[in-house]
């Protein structure tokens, strides 16, 4: 994990998910690798990936608020920002103070009201 970190931080994200997925083969069971990978997959554009990751995470840590945090980044990178504000709003509810989640809430939900100006029709909640 620690190595993963590093990389990631270094902006080498390819080889952040390596080690993180290193890491996930020997515990499976840590929420914050999934949140750690899905979060680099994202810098890598793997949007499919990266909410597969989230999806993991939240499945895992299901009163984590990061586990929403990052699933609704991954939808809003993978072009579907109404699902994205529906998990904003669930990580909100268990962070209530974050202003980070606030802020991406807020930016969400302006995007997904053009969205659902254009006359698109979604059939999850």
């Not at 998910?17 to 899905?38: C, I, K, M, P």
């Not at 299901?62 to 904003?88: C, H, I, M, Q, T």
């Not at 969400?108 to 999850?124: A, D, H, I, Q, T």
């Amino acid at each position: 994990k620690a190595r993963g970190n590093a990389l990631f931080a270094e902006g080498k994200y390819e080889e952040a998910v390596e080690a993180y997925t290193r890491a996930l083969e020997a515990s499976g069971q840590d929420q914050t690798l999934w949140s750690n990978r899905s979060a680099a997959r994202l810098k890598l554009g793997h949007y499919g990936f990266a909410l597969a990751d989230a999806l993991s995470c939240v499945h895992l840590a299901p009163r984590w608020a990061k586990s929403y945090f990052r699933l609704a980044s991954a939808f809003l990178a993978a072009g579907r920002p109404v699902e994205a504000a529906d998990n904003f709003r669930r990580a909100l509810a268990l962070s209530p103070t974050d202003a980070t989640i606030l802020t991406s809430l807020k930016a969400c939900e302006e995007k997904s009201e053009g969205v659902r100006g254009r006359g698109y029709v979604y059939f999850w909640g």
